[in-house]
């Protein structure tokens, strides 16, 4: 019996494999999109990495880090604050007091008392001038809203020779902590993740 051997060409299975190592090749560098966050840019990808080998150092769930900057210009100058934290461990931010974190959340939560928060945010201003904008007929509810925040260390008055006595506004370094609670509702009720009944 004679076997009948076929001729191959070389050239052209050493290109198949070429082109089967580069597919290969594609799909183990490719980053996969993830449902939660989409696609995400190199350099995020790249805090994210970093993120994760502190948190795994320290045993941590997860880590958070972010940057940011807040500006404001009014008629007492421009003011600006630069702000950033490398890493924050999710077990750190799940082992905050529960009463601190409520009494925050509690003294943000009036409706009223938020809009007041976000106009102290862009400008300091007087109990006269929060009556007026908000147009609360008496100082008293001016100053209930106010004993509030300051109880929770989020508003002060601001002691300085060019504003008015009795002037006050968010404390500078919880400015920050504000824009944040802000960027973390904004993502609680965006439409894409969430259907809760926001009214």
């Known amino acids: 019996m004679e076997s009948v051997t076929t001729a191959r060409d070389f050239g052209i299975e050493i290109d198949e494999l070429k082109n089967d190592i580069a597919e290969i090749k594609e799909l183990l560098v490719a980053k ?59 077990n750190q931010l799940m082992q905050m007091p529960s009463a601190k974190v409520s009494a925050v959340l509690s003294s943000l939560g009036n409706q009223q008392r938020w809009e007041i928060v976000l106009s102290l945010l862009k400008n300091p201003m007087t109990v006269a001038q929060i009556v ?17 925040l300051i109880a929770a260390d989020i508003v002060e008055e601001i ?41």
């Open 32 to 90: 996969p999109k993830t449902k939660e966050s989409g696609t995400l840019s190199q350099s995020s990808q790249d805090k994210i990495a970093e993120l994760k080998n502190q948190a795994e150092q320290n045993n941590e769930l997860g880590a958070i880090g972010y940057d940011g900057f807040f500006q404001t210009k009014n008629s007492h100058g421009t003011w600006e604050s630069n702000f950033g934290t490398n890493y924050r461990g999710i």
């Open 132 to 148: 007026e904008e908000f147009d609360m007929k008496t100082s008293g509810k001016a100053y209930h809203h106010l004993n509030s």
């Open 159 to 199: 002691n300085n020779k060019n504003l008015e006595k009795g002037t006050y506004g968010i404390k500078p370094p919880l400015k920050q902590g504000i824009v944040l609670i802000m960027a973390g509702v904004f993502d609680l009720i965006d439409p894409k993740y969430s259907k809760g009944e926001w009214n």
